[in-house]
Nanobody, 117 residues
Framework: QVQLVESGGGLVQPGGSLRLSCATS????????MAWYRQAPGKPRELVAA???????NYADSVKGRFTIDRDNAKNTVFLGMNSLKSEDTAVYYC???????????WGQGTQVTVSS
């Protein structure tokens, strides 16, 4: 059974930082492209950051320079470091694992991030 479990969300003031974790089981993430998405109320889910199997990264323009995605294949865990948080970063953040060659696509249950004073 594949599980992706996000943690590290919470309430933070504008300008603050959080580090999200996505602990996986049932897969070996070294074989997967990993990503973080977010969904704010009334808005579609959007890609925040992604990291390929080889470690190449890409980011949404809105988070470039503030967010960092990285992976620890030995621990089967992916992280999202978030700095200089803004109110518009408020959303539920989801972890995603994709192995396109096998049509595998897994999601976590999400973790709430609220940026507010």
């Amino acid at each position: 059974q594949v599980q992706l479990v996000e943690s590290g969300g919470g309430l933070v003031q504008p300008g603050g930082s959080l580090r999200l974790s996505c602990a996986t089981s049932g897969i070996t993430i070294s074989a997967y492209a990993m990503a973080w998405y977010r969904q704010a109320p009334g808005k579609p889910r959007e890609l925040v950051a992604a990291i390929t199997r080889s470690g190449n990264t890409n980011y949404a323009d809105s988070v470039k320079g503030r967010f960092t995605i990285d992976r620890d294949n030995a621990k089967n865990t992916v992280f999202l470091g978030m700095n200089s948080l803004k109110s518009e970063d408020t959303a539920v953040y989801y972890c995603n694992a994709v192995r396109a060659t096998l049509s595998r696509n897994y999601w976590g249950q999400g973790t709430q991030v609220t940026v507010s004073s």
